[in-house]
Protein backbone atom coordinates (compact mmCIF):
# COMPACT_ATOMS: atom_id res chain seq x y z
CA UNK A 1 0.00 0.00 0.00
CA UNK A 2 2.72 2.15 0.88
CA UNK A 3 4.24 1.92 -2.97
CA UNK A 4 0.87 2.79 -4.45
CA UNK A 5 0.36 -1.22 -5.49
CA UNK A 6 -2.59 -1.70 -3.02
CA UNK A 7 -4.89 1.10 -2.33
CA UNK A 8 -5.82 1.50 1.11
CA UNK A 9 -9.90 0.00 0.87
CA UNK A 10 -8.35 -3.26 -1.16
CA UNK A 11 -6.22 -3.49 2.37
CA UNK A 12 -8.99 -3.28 4.57
CA UNK A 13 -11.03 -5.75 3.06
CA UNK A 14 -8.03 -8.29 3.22
CA UNK A 15 -8.13 -7.97 7.24
CA UNK A 16 -11.65 -8.26 7.43
CA UNK A 17 -11.97 -10.89 5.12
CA UNK A 18 -9.78 -12.93 7.27
CA UNK A 19 -11.77 -11.80 10.69
CA UNK A 20 -14.55 -12.53 8.66
CA UNK A 21 -13.46 -16.29 8.25
CA UNK A 22 -12.94 -17.38 11.59
CA UNK A 23 -16.14 -16.70 12.48
CA UNK A 24 -17.38 -19.16 10.42
CA UNK A 25 -15.65 -21.29 12.44
CA UNK A 26 -16.09 -19.48 15.73
CA UNK A 27 -18.96 -22.71 16.58
CA UNK A 28 -17.15 -25.13 16.18
CA UNK A 29 -15.95 -26.10 19.34
CA UNK A 30 -19.24 -25.29 21.27
CA UNK A 31 -20.28 -27.65 18.53
CA UNK A 32 -18.21 -30.79 19.18
CA UNK A 33 -19.01 -29.94 23.21
CA UNK A 34 -22.72 -30.68 22.16
CA UNK A 35 -22.02 -33.32 20.32
CA UNK A 36 -21.96 -36.61 22.27
CA UNK A 37 -25.25 -34.74 24.73
CA UNK A 38 -26.84 -34.74 21.37
CA UNK A 39 -25.89 -37.89 20.43
CA UNK A 40 -26.95 -39.54 23.39
CA UNK A 41 -30.75 -37.44 23.17
CA UNK A 42 -31.17 -38.78 19.62
CA UNK A 43 -30.80 -42.21 20.70
CA UNK A 44 -33.22 -41.78 23.15
CA UNK A 45 -35.59 -40.43 20.86
CA UNK A 46 -34.60 -43.54 18.15
CA UNK A 47 -35.26 -45.82 21.24
CA UNK A 48 -38.64 -44.81 21.30
CA UNK A 49 -39.10 -44.94 17.44
CA UNK A 50 -37.81 -48.10 16.86
CA UNK A 51 -39.83 -49.84 20.29
CA UNK A 52 -42.66 -52.21 19.11
CA UNK A 53 -45.84 -50.69 19.55
CA UNK A 54 -47.46 -51.17 23.32
CA UNK A 55 -51.14 -52.76 21.89
CA UNK A 56 -51.84 -53.96 18.70
CA UNK A 57 -54.60 -52.32 16.92
CA UNK A 58 -57.17 -53.64 14.68
CA UNK A 59 -56.46 -53.56 11.21
CA UNK A 60 -60.27 -53.20 10.35
CA UNK A 61 -61.65 -51.48 14.12
CA UNK A 62 -65.20 -52.12 14.81
CA UNK A 63 -68.03 -49.39 15.02
CA UNK A 64 -67.48 -48.02 18.68
CA UNK A 65 -70.90 -48.85 20.71
CA UNK A 66 -72.77 -45.41 21.93
CA UNK A 67 -72.84 -46.66 25.39
CA UNK A 68 -69.88 -49.42 27.21
CA UNK A 69 -72.25 -50.86 29.55
CA UNK A 70 -71.44 -53.34 30.75
CA UNK A 71 -68.17 -52.93 30.96
CA UNK A 72 -67.03 -56.90 31.47
CA UNK A 73 -63.27 -58.02 32.23
CA UNK A 74 -63.18 -61.37 32.79
CA UNK A 75 -60.49 -63.88 33.30
CA UNK A 76 -58.08 -60.97 32.89
CA UNK A 77 -54.30 -61.82 32.46
CA UNK A 78 -51.47 -58.95 31.61
CA UNK A 79 -48.03 -58.98 32.41
CA UNK A 80 -45.56 -56.32 31.44
CA UNK A 81 -42.74 -56.75 28.75
CA UNK A 82 -39.89 -58.30 30.91
CA UNK A 83 -41.64 -59.16 33.59
CA UNK A 84 -41.75 -62.43 35.05
CA UNK A 85 -44.59 -62.33 37.27
CA UNK A 86 -48.18 -61.67 36.00
CA UNK A 87 -49.54 -58.24 37.34
CA UNK A 88 -53.13 -59.51 36.84
CA UNK A 89 -53.76 -62.97 37.85
CA UNK A 90 -57.23 -63.88 36.51
CA UNK A 91 -59.47 -60.82 37.31
CA UNK A 92 -63.11 -60.32 36.80
CA UNK A 93 -65.14 -56.81 37.02
CA UNK A 94 -68.43 -55.63 36.07
CA UNK A 95 -69.02 -51.84 35.66
CA UNK A 96 -73.16 -51.22 35.11
CA UNK A 97 -73.48 -48.24 34.22
CA UNK A 98 -73.76 -45.24 37.76
CA UNK A 99 -71.76 -48.19 39.45
CA UNK A 100 -68.57 -47.33 41.48
CA UNK A 101 -65.90 -49.40 42.23
CA UNK A 102 -62.79 -49.03 44.18
CA UNK A 103 -59.42 -51.27 43.52
CA UNK A 104 -57.59 -50.95 46.64
CA UNK A 105 -54.17 -53.30 47.22
CA UNK A 106 -49.79 -52.40 48.37
CA UNK A 107 -47.98 -50.92 45.95
CA UNK A 108 -47.20 -53.68 42.96
CA UNK A 109 -50.53 -55.21 43.66
CA UNK A 110 -51.62 -54.41 39.63
CA UNK A 111 -54.11 -51.87 40.22
CA UNK A 112 -52.85 -49.57 37.79
CA UNK A 113 -52.31 -52.27 35.61
CA UNK A 114 -55.74 -52.97 35.63
CA UNK A 115 -56.11 -49.05 34.36
CA UNK A 116 -53.73 -49.58 31.79
CA UNK A 117 -55.79 -52.61 30.39
CA UNK A 118 -58.86 -50.79 30.22
CA UNK A 119 -57.68 -47.76 28.90
CA UNK A 120 -55.98 -50.16 26.47
CA UNK A 121 -52.36 -49.12 26.95
CA UNK A 122 -51.27 -52.40 27.82
CA UNK A 123 -52.50 -55.45 26.12
CA UNK A 124 -54.09 -58.41 27.96
CA UNK A 125 -52.54 -61.56 27.43
CA UNK A 126 -55.44 -63.84 28.42
CA UNK A 127 -58.86 -63.54 29.11
CA UNK A 128 -62.13 -60.90 27.51
CA UNK A 129 -62.15 -57.40 27.80
CA UNK A 130 -66.07 -56.38 26.66
CA UNK A 131 -67.96 -52.75 26.11
CA UNK A 132 -71.61 -53.11 25.71
CA UNK A 133 -70.78 -56.99 24.49
CA UNK A 134 -68.30 -55.64 21.95
CA UNK A 135 -64.31 -57.36 22.25
CA UNK A 136 -62.62 -53.57 23.36
CA UNK A 137 -59.77 -55.26 21.23
CA UNK A 138 -61.21 -54.99 18.20
CA UNK A 139 -62.08 -51.22 19.01
CA UNK A 140 -59.80 -48.60 18.22
CA UNK A 141 -57.92 -47.37 21.04
CA UNK A 142 -58.51 -43.79 20.54
CA UNK A 143 -62.48 -45.33 20.58
CA UNK A 144 -62.06 -47.11 23.67
CA UNK A 145 -60.56 -44.11 25.86
CA UNK A 146 -63.43 -41.83 24.39
CA UNK A 147 -65.84 -44.38 26.25
CA UNK A 148 -63.41 -45.16 29.18
CA UNK A 149 -61.46 -41.83 30.59
CA UNK A 150 -58.42 -41.19 32.92
CA UNK A 151 -57.96 -39.07 35.24
CA UNK A 152 -54.11 -39.84 36.34
CA UNK A 153 -51.85 -39.20 39.89
CA UNK A 154 -49.41 -37.14 36.94
CA UNK A 155 -51.93 -35.53 35.00
CA UNK A 156 -50.45 -32.85 33.08
CA UNK A 157 -51.35 -29.14 32.88
CA UNK A 158 -49.84 -26.93 30.19
CA UNK A 159 -48.67 -23.44 30.80
CA UNK A 160 -51.57 -21.85 30.60
CA UNK A 161 -54.82 -20.99 32.06
CA UNK A 162 -56.96 -22.38 33.98
CA UNK A 163 -59.65 -22.01 30.89
CA UNK A 164 -57.46 -23.06 28.61
CA UNK A 165 -56.96 -26.20 30.71
CA UNK A 166 -60.16 -27.15 31.12
CA UNK A 167 -61.10 -26.71 27.11
CA UNK A 168 -58.22 -29.33 26.31
CA UNK A 169 -61.39 -31.56 27.26
CA UNK A 170 -64.04 -29.97 25.48
CA UNK A 171 -63.11 -27.27 23.48
CA UNK A 172 -66.71 -26.22 22.43
CA UNK A 173 -67.66 -26.19 26.51
CA UNK A 174 -69.54 -22.70 27.58
CA UNK A 175 -68.68 -21.02 30.76
CA UNK A 176 -71.06 -22.28 32.77
CA UNK A 177 -70.42 -25.83 31.82
CA UNK A 178 -66.59 -24.63 32.75
CA UNK A 179 -67.74 -22.94 36.48
CA UNK A 180 -69.80 -25.95 37.04
CA UNK A 181 -66.73 -28.33 36.77
CA UNK A 182 -64.86 -26.34 38.76
CA UNK A 183 -67.70 -26.39 41.38
CA UNK A 184 -68.16 -30.27 41.27
CA UNK A 185 -64.36 -30.47 42.01
CA UNK A 186 -64.65 -27.80 45.07
CA UNK A 187 -62.40 -25.46 43.45
CA UNK A 188 -65.17 -23.21 42.00
CA UNK A 189 -64.52 -20.56 45.00
CA UNK A 190 -60.66 -20.23 44.36
CA UNK A 191 -60.83 -19.75 40.68
CA UNK A 192 -63.35 -16.66 41.45
CA UNK A 193 -60.47 -15.49 43.80
CA UNK A 194 -57.70 -15.47 41.40
CA UNK A 195 -56.30 -12.15 39.75
CA UNK A 196 -57.72 -12.60 36.43
CA UNK A 197 -60.61 -15.74 37.42
CA UNK A 198 -60.56 -18.25 34.73
CA UNK A 199 -57.77 -16.25 32.70
CA UNK A 200 -55.23 -16.73 35.42
CA UNK A 201 -52.17 -18.69 34.62
CA UNK A 202 -51.06 -21.60 36.17
CA UNK A 203 -47.28 -22.06 35.32
CA UNK A 204 -45.38 -24.65 33.73
CA UNK A 205 -46.89 -28.07 35.16
CA UNK A 206 -49.28 -26.14 37.25
CA UNK A 207 -46.12 -24.96 38.83
CA UNK A 208 -48.07 -21.80 40.35
CA UNK A 209 -50.92 -24.38 42.01
CA UNK A 210 -50.88 -26.37 45.03
CA UNK A 211 -50.63 -30.35 44.45
CA UNK A 212 -54.23 -30.81 45.75
CA UNK A 213 -55.35 -28.14 43.95
CA UNK A 214 -53.65 -29.49 40.60
CA UNK A 215 -55.55 -32.70 40.97
CA UNK A 216 -58.66 -30.98 41.94
CA UNK A 217 -58.07 -28.93 38.33
CA UNK A 218 -57.44 -32.63 36.87
CA UNK A 219 -60.64 -33.85 38.13
CA UNK A 220 -62.72 -31.03 36.54
CA UNK A 221 -61.26 -31.62 33.05
CA UNK A 222 -61.96 -35.11 33.67
CA UNK A 223 -65.30 -34.15 34.77
CA UNK A 224 -66.19 -31.56 31.81
CA UNK A 225 -65.07 -34.46 29.24
CA UNK A 226 -68.45 -36.03 30.51
CA UNK A 227 -66.61 -39.84 29.83
CA UNK A 228 -69.08 -42.70 30.69
CA UNK A 229 -66.36 -44.37 33.11
CA UNK A 230 -63.85 -42.50 34.69
CA UNK A 231 -60.86 -44.05 36.00
CA UNK A 232 -59.35 -41.84 38.84
CA UNK A 233 -56.05 -43.47 39.35
CA UNK A 234 -54.17 -42.84 42.73
CA UNK A 235 -55.69 -39.02 42.59
CA UNK A 236 -54.15 -38.61 45.81
CA UNK A 237 -50.63 -39.46 45.58
CA UNK A 238 -47.82 -37.65 47.11
CA UNK A 239 -50.18 -35.32 48.95
CA UNK A 240 -49.86 -35.00 52.47
CA UNK A 241 -52.83 -37.26 54.84
CA UNK A 242 -55.43 -34.37 55.74
CA UNK A 243 -55.20 -33.08 51.93
CA UNK A 244 -55.78 -36.65 50.42
CA UNK A 245 -58.33 -37.73 52.44
CA UNK A 246 -59.96 -33.90 51.76
CA UNK A 247 -59.35 -34.60 48.40
CA UNK A 248 -61.06 -38.38 48.18
CA UNK A 249 -63.94 -37.34 49.97
CA UNK A 250 -64.44 -34.34 47.08
CA UNK A 251 -63.65 -37.50 44.16
CA UNK A 252 -66.20 -39.27 45.60
CA UNK A 253 -68.99 -36.69 45.83
CA UNK A 254 -68.30 -35.24 42.58
CA UNK A 255 -68.77 -38.71 40.45
CA UNK A 256 -71.61 -39.70 42.99
CA UNK A 257 -74.07 -41.38 40.12
CA UNK A 258 -71.21 -41.36 37.61
CA UNK A 259 -69.67 -44.73 36.45
CA UNK A 260 -66.16 -44.77 38.42
CA UNK A 261 -63.13 -47.32 38.94
CA UNK A 262 -61.37 -45.24 42.02
CA UNK A 263 -57.75 -47.02 42.40
CA UNK A 264 -56.20 -46.09 45.97
CA UNK A 265 -53.81 -47.18 48.43
CA UNK A 266 -56.37 -44.60 50.69
CA UNK A 267 -59.02 -45.96 52.54
CA UNK A 268 -60.71 -42.91 53.60
CA UNK A 269 -64.37 -42.51 52.59
CA UNK A 270 -64.79 -45.81 50.89
CA UNK A 271 -67.89 -46.38 52.25
CA UNK A 272 -69.31 -44.38 49.62
CA UNK A 273 -68.44 -47.10 47.11
CA UNK A 274 -70.51 -49.91 46.01
CA UNK A 275 -68.08 -52.35 46.06
CA UNK A 276 -64.53 -52.63 47.48
CA UNK A 277 -62.13 -55.50 45.52
CA UNK A 278 -58.58 -55.86 47.48
CA UNK A 279 -55.62 -57.11 45.03
CA UNK A 280 -52.48 -58.51 46.33
CA UNK A 281 -49.92 -59.65 44.24
CA UNK A 282 -52.27 -59.34 40.65
CA UNK A 283 -55.21 -61.54 42.06
CA UNK A 284 -58.28 -60.64 43.98
CA UNK A 285 -58.11 -61.64 47.32
CA UNK A 286 -61.60 -60.13 48.84
CA UNK A 287 -64.44 -58.10 47.72
CA UNK A 288 -67.65 -56.74 49.02
CA UNK A 289 -69.16 -53.42 50.63
CA UNK A 290 -66.70 -52.20 52.76
CA UNK A 291 -68.41 -51.84 55.98
CA UNK A 292 -68.83 -55.82 55.29
CA UNK A 293 -65.07 -56.70 54.31
CA UNK A 294 -64.13 -53.98 57.08
CA UNK A 295 -66.32 -56.06 60.02
CA UNK A 296 -64.30 -59.31 59.72
CA UNK A 297 -60.75 -60.13 60.04
CA UNK A 298 -59.02 -60.03 56.62
CA UNK A 299 -56.57 -58.14 54.06
CA UNK A 300 -58.90 -55.57 54.22
CA UNK A 301 -59.12 -55.05 57.86
CA UNK A 302 -55.28 -55.72 58.22
CA UNK A 303 -54.34 -51.97 55.36
CA UNK A 304 -57.04 -50.61 58.20
CA UNK A 305 -55.24 -51.25 61.37
CA UNK A 306 -51.62 -50.58 59.24
CA UNK A 307 -53.28 -47.05 58.15
CA UNK A 308 -54.39 -46.20 61.16
CA UNK A 309 -51.01 -47.28 62.62
CA UNK A 310 -48.98 -45.37 60.29
CA UNK A 311 -51.37 -41.77 60.59
CA UNK A 312 -50.06 -40.79 64.03
CA UNK A 313 -46.18 -41.15 63.23
CA UNK A 314 -46.92 -39.18 59.85
CA UNK A 315 -49.05 -36.36 61.40
CA UNK A 316 -45.79 -35.58 63.94
CA UNK A 317 -43.59 -35.28 60.72
Not at 79 to 97: F, K, N, S, V, W
Not at 176 to 194: C, P, S
Not at 209 to 235: I, K, N, W
Not at 251 to 264: C, V
Request: with cysteine.
Amino acid sequence: MADGRLDGLLTAVVILTALAAFEAVLGLPLAVQYRQRVRRSAERVYEVLDAPDPVQEPEQPRPAPASPFPVAVRGLRARHPGQDREALAGLDLTLEEGRRVAVVGPSGSGKTTLAQVLLRFLDAEAGSYTLAGVDAYALAGDDVRGLVGLCAQDAHLFDSSVRENLLLARREATEEELRGALGRARLLEWADGLPDGLDTLVGEHGARLSGGQRQRLALARALLAGFPVLVLDEPAEHLDLPTADALTADLLAATEGRTTLLITHRLAGLEAVDEVIVLDEGRVVQRGAFAELAAVAGPLREMIEREAASEPAAMTR
